[in-house]
T-cell receptor, first 114, second 112 residues
Framework: KAGVTQTPRYLIKTRGQQVTLSCSPISGHRSVSWYQQTPGQGLQFLFEYFSETQRNKGNFPGRFSGRQFSNSRSEMNVSTLELGDSALYLC?????????????FGPGTRLTVL | GNSVTQMEGPVTLSEEAFLTINCTYTATGYPSLFWYVQYPGEGLQLLLKATKADDKGSNKGFEATYRKETTSFHLEKGSVQVSDSAVYFCALSGGNTGKLIFGQGTTLQVKP
């Protein structure tokens, strides 16, 4: 079974631009969660989608948004990029979703904001 | 709120040494507990998990036991290899927030 895939793997953007990241979950998984990883803040939860609905949201500004499609693929969008948005963005999928289900992570998208 | 605390790193060991990485948690209810590993330049890989008190998770020679009385989930391995060099994250999942809460990560370096 193929794992979680994320595209692109690397992105370089400038301040003020916007960016869209994509995540394809493991086949059959209906829940997709997004996390931001930075050296200073560690791993922080952004949001979780299940059956095209956002079920949970972390403490991030409204510039961070996402969506999920009927095939469970998910996209994350960051508008008006700031230098502090430079991070590794990780996507995770699970069968029916947290809290009890195991989440499986993709390789991440490394975003650099200049 | 829920939180996870891991021992500070980096941890440097010689090959075949015994490994312990401490993890304690604060949570309401009965969270599930996980250890994830991150190799350089990669995402997180699930190493092991435990879903209830006294459960022992194990994988690839690593073990951790869910201790509710001490709110701990320490990671152990009897004999580490150079290939075990990575960052290890302890995490919990519980309540209805739908998210994993991670510790700050512990870097393990194993020298030949």
């Amino acid at each position: 079974k193929a794992g979680v895939t994320q595209t692109p793997r690397y992105l370089i953007k400038t301040r003020g631009q916007q960016v869209t990241l994509s995540c394809s979950p493991i086949s059959g998984h209906r829940s997709v969660s997004w996390y931001q990883q930075t050296p200073g803040q560690g791993l922080q939860f952004l949001f979780e989608y299940f059956s095209e609905t956002q079920r949970n949201k972390g403490n991030f500004p409204g510039r961070f948004s996402g969506r999920q499609f009927s095939n469970s693929r998910s996209e994350m969008n960051v508008s008006t990029l700031e230098l502090g948005d430079s991070a590794l963005y990780l996507c995770a999928s699970s069968l029916a979703g947290p809290p009890a289900d195991t989440q499986y992570f993709g390789p991440g998208t490394r975003l650099t904001v200049l | 709120g829920n939180s996870v605390t891991q021992m500070e790193g980096p941890v440097t060991l010689s090959e075949e040494a015994f490994l312990t990485i401490n993890c304690t948690y604060t949570a309401t209810g009965y969270p599930s507990l996980f250890w994830y590993v991150q190799y350089p330049g990669e995402g997180l890989q699930l190493l092991l998990k435990a879903t209830k008190a006294d459960d022992k998770g194990s994988n690839k020679g690593f073990e951790a036991t869910y201790r509710k009385e001490t709110t701990s989930f320490h990671l152990e391995k009897g004999s580490v290899q150079v290939s075990d060099s990575a960052v290890y994250f302890c995490a919990l999942s519980g309540g209805n927030t739908g998210k994993l809460i991670f510790g700050q990560g512990t870097t393990l370096q194993v020298k030949p």
